[in-house]
């Protein structure tokens, strides 16, 4: 009797980049789960980042609030803007919130999003 077993392997599910004030452990997490995930190298600017992750087609997760500001950083023309409002910002805090949001929102539902994401859940915003 023969049994044929197929795998499958799946690409990375999303591209992510990390902002340089996010857990450095947050980069690797991600990127066990499968994630193309790069992060930002300290003392980039704003602009710079924006533009990497549109140029990218990333998805940003940043702990920034100035991301935030939909009209300096319009989450229309991104892959989706995730800012981190967690107080204090400890990794396990992190990676639970960002687990609930992986879980429940699709990568297609982070375009064009800014999304807030606390330690009791997240807002996306147009």
Same mark, same amino acid.
């Given at each position: 009797?023969?049994?044929? !077993?197929?795998?499958?392997? @799946?690409?990375?599910?999303?591209? &992510?980049?990390? #902002?340089? *004030?996010?857990?450095?452990?947050? /980069?690797?997490?991600?990127?066990?789960?499968?994630?193309?995930?790069?992060?930002?190298?300290?003392?980039?600017?704003?602009?710079?980042? !924006?533009?990497?992750?549109? @140029?990218?087609?990333?998805?940003? &997760?940043?702990? #920034?609030? *100035?991301?935030?500001?939909?009209? /300096?950083?319009?989450?229309?023309?991104?892959?989706?803007?995730?800012?981190?409002?967690?107080?204090?910002?400890?990794?396990?805090?992190? !990676?639970?919130?960002?687990?609930?949001?992986?879980?429940?929102?699709?990568?297609? #539902?982070?375009?064009?999003?800014?999304?807030? /994401?606390?330690?009791?859940?997240?807002?996306?915003?147009?």
């Amino acid at each position: 009797m023969v049994i044929n !077993i197929f795998v499958f392997h @799946r690409g990375p599910k999303m591209r &992510i980049l990390i #902002d340089e *004030d996010v857990h450095v452990k947050v /980069l690797s997490w991600l990127k066990e789960k499968g994630h193309d995930t790069i992060r930002i190298p300290s003392g980039t600017k704003n602009g710079e980042v !924006i533009k990497l992750a549109k @140029r990218e087609s990333r998805i940003l &997760i940043t702990r #920034d609030a *100035d991301f935030s500001n939909r009209f /300096l950083y319009p989450p229309s023309q991104s892959a989706g803007i995730v800012v981190l409002r967690i107080h204090p910002p400890k990794l396990e805090n992190l !990676i639970s919130a960002l687990t609930q949001l992986l879980d429940e929102v699709s990568e297609s #539902d982070f375009h064009g999003k800014l999304i807030m /994401l606390e330690e009791e859940g997240y807002h996306l915003l147009t």
